[in-house]
Nanobody
């Protein structure tokens, strides 16, 4: 089992920045990917960014150039730095781990971009 604890999020004005973090514990060896999904009201959950084994980051087209994902292996923590935020980035953001063909999810954290 993998446990994920998220922090960060909140309310920010358009054009502002926020950072999210997600600490993993438990069976954290052999992680294939770690990253973030988001789900806006009335929409499906979508991949925002991930780091796959080897440290390669992938981003959704909608956040490329604005969001940066990073991972601290010593702390078993993944981060998402979000800059130039837009109202359409408003969603609940979920940290996830994909390990041995199973997904593990954090509790979710609300990000609201509004003036």
């Amino acid at each position: 089992q993998v446990q994920l604890v998220e922090s960060g999020g909140g309310l920010v004005q358009p054009g502002g920045s926020l950072g999210l973090s997600c600490a993993a514990s438990g069976s954290i060896f052999s992680i294939n990917a770690m990253g973030w999904y988001r789900q806006a009201p009335g929409k499906q959950r979508e991949l925002v960014a991930r780091i796959i084994s080897g440290g390669i980051p992938n981003y959704a087209d909608s956040v490329k150039g604005r969001f940066t994902i990073s991972r601290d292996n010593a702390k078993n923590t993944v981060y998402l730095q979000m800059n130039s935020l837009k109202p359409e980035d408003t969603a609940v953001y979920y940290c996830y781990v994909f390990r041995e063909r199973k997904y593990y999810w954090g509790q979710g954290t609300q990000v609201t971009v509004s003036s």
